[in-house]
Nanobody, 112 residues
């Protein structure tokens, strides 16, 4: 049974940091490329960041470049997203995805 379980969301003030984690099980985690996708309240899905299966390639949506860092540990079956200098517009549910499978998401709220 494939599972992607996100954690690490919460309430943070603007300028703060959070680290999201995604624990994967039920498939060979080192095979697929992975991504973080978010959905802000009342809006559609927005791709945030991508990392290749071999960790060689990463990419980010322009709005988070220089603030977010994606990483993965294929030995531990985990995908992380370090989020710094958070802005109110980063408020969203963040999903971990292997493109075929999705987690249930973790809510990040950036507010003073």
């Amino acid at each position: 049974q494939v599972q992607l379980v996100e954690s690490g969301g919460g309430l943070v003030q603007p300028g703060g940091s959070l680290r999201l984690s995604c624990a994967a099980s039920g498939f060979t985690f080192s095979n697929p490329d992975m991504a973080w996708v978010r959905q802000a309240p009342g809006k559609g899905l927005e791709w945030v960041s991508y990392i290749s299966s071999d960790v060689e390639i990463t990419s980010y949506v322009d709005s988070v470049k220089g603030r977010f860092t994606i990483s993965r540990d294929n030995a531990k079956n985990t995908l992380d997203l370090q989020m710094n200098s958070l802005k109110t517009e980063d408020t969203a549910v963040y999903y971990c995805t292997s493109y075929n499978y999705w987690g249930e998401g973790t809510l990040v709220t950036v507010s003073s």
